[in-house]
């Protein structure tokens, strides 16, 4: 069974600062993994999906990496914004039923104007 | 992109009742439909999957007869929570699989429900 961790749990930084959000998963056997964001009581929102076969994806401000073979995904947020506040979530659905995303728990950012 | 609602956004009831959560795929159809619970400070759990026309697949631990899932047309998916209790409190979401927009992975989420059980 997969297993999703995200650390921080919570982050705070000023407004402008280059920061990193980590995702790691148990099992390798990945059919991608994708980073989200959510506002508070609202749905998620799709930010980038990084194939297994892919090392990286790029969006904007956004670049999102991955390691299979230690189990890990980052998510780089470059000159981050007040707006940026948000939680961001990683899931890493399994080969064997890419439909089943299994969530981390979170990374609660908040980005000081 | 492909949008999907949710309805209601939020819910108040008293315990012992029964409250139904729609979710409908706007402009796509959705074969596939995923219903997740949410507790605050938490991530989202997978509670079922929706197929279009046949039983629903629910993950262990979710009780079937208490959480009614219905997938009755391809852009509507609901969720009855049957005599509900205050501990299914949460935050509901659902999401839905377009077939036609790249893959298996693209999946598009609601605006989820929030219910409260007094």
């Known amino acids: 069974k997969q297993e999703v961790t995200q650390i921080p749990a919570a982050l705070s930084v000023p407004e402008g600062e280059n920061l990193v959000l980590n995702c790691s998963f148990t099992?390798?056997?990945?059919?991608?993994l994708q980073w989200f964001r959510q506002d508070p009581g609202k749905g998620l929102t799709s930010l980038l999906l990084?194939?297994?076969?892919?090392r990286e994806q790029t969006s904007g401000r956004l670049n999102a990496s991955l390691d299979k073979s230690s189990g890990r995904s980052t998510l780089y947020i470059a000159a981050s914004q007040p707006g940026d506040s948000a939680t961001y979530l990683c899931a890493a659905p399994l080969l064997g039923d890419a439909r089943q995303l299994t969530f981390g728990s979170g990374t609660q950012l908040t980005v000081l104007p | 992109g492909a949008v999907v609602s949710q309805h209601p956004s939020r819910v108040i009831c008293k315990s012992g009742t029964s409250v139904k959560i729609e979710c409908r795929s706007l402009?796509?159809?959705?074969?596939?439909m995923f219903w997740y619970r949410q507790f605050p400070k938490q991530s989202l759990m997978l509670m079922a999957t929706?197929?279009?026309?046949?039983?629903?697949?629910?993950e262990q631990g979710v009780e079937k007869d208490k959480f009614l899932i219905n997938h009755a047309s391809l852009t509507l998916s609901t969720l009855t929570v049957t005599s509900a209790h205050p501990e299914d409190s949460s935050f509901y979401i659902c999401?839905?699989?377009?077939?036609?927009?790249?893959?298996?992975?693209?999946?598009?989420f609601g605006p989820g429900t929030r219910l409260l059980v007094l």
């Open positions: 929706s197929n279009e026309g046949s039983k629903a697949t629910y």
């Open positions: 402009d796509f159809q959705a074969t596939t």
């Open positions: 990084i194939q297994s076969s892919q």
């Open positions: 999401s839905a699989r377009d077939p036609l927009a790249g893959g298996q992975e693209t999946q598009y």
């Open positions: 099992d390798s056997a990945i059919y991608n």
